[in-house]
């Protein structure tokens, strides 16, 4: 065995730490430079809070309600109407009906939308700022039951 052939081992060992380091401080630099906004505020009571609105849903659905979305492009945004319906019960007097705006990759873009309302029809003039994937989440209810419809936009280049 030579001198050289001794020395590839160790090299090849280095190199191969280094290059798993260099990865790993790659990963850290992405992960810390855009955090996502997936966890919960108060992750003691996300898991209650989750089970209780899909038990609000199944109680919109027993119902009979839904809620219907409908988007039309205006200039650099989109005007949005909801209508929501039941096919079994009517709908309470007390309606809640909300929109939210939600950019997939940037939390920093999410909203709560003020909608008018107008004869069983809530409408709102919604900007959307940048380039790519929306999502317009609307939801009708009382404080017990509420459904939910989410739609995808997309803005082109």
């Known amino acids: 065995m030579t001198e050289r052939d001794s020395l590839r081992w160790p090299l090849a060992l280095a190199a191969t730490l280094a290059a798993g380091i260099a990865a790993s401080l790659a990963f850290l630099w992405i ?3 855009r955090p996502p906004d997936v966890l919960p505020v108060n ?3 996300a898991g209650s809070d989750w089970n209780e609105s899909l038990r609000a849903q199944a109680r919109a659905r027993d119902r009979g309600w839904r809620v219907e979305l409908r988007a039309e492009r205006r200039g650099d945004g989109v005007h949005v109407e909801i209508s929501p319906e039941s096919s079994r019960e009517p709908l309470p007097q007390s309606l ?3 929109l939210r ?4 990759e940037r939390g920093d873009f999410d909203a709560d939308i ?3 309302a107008r004869d069983g029809l809530w409408t709102a003039e919604i900007p959307l700022p940048l380039v790519g994937r929306w999502i317009l ?3 009708a209810g009382d404080g017990f039951a509420w459904v939910e419809r989410a739609f995808a936009l997309d803005v082109p280049p």
């Open 31 to 33: 992960a810390t430079r």
């Open 43 to 45: 992750t003691w009571t």
């Open 96 to 98: 809640d009906v909300r």
């Open 101 to 104: 705006r939600e950019r997939p």
């Open 114 to 116: 003020a909608l008018a």
């Open 137 to 139: 989440v609307a939801r």
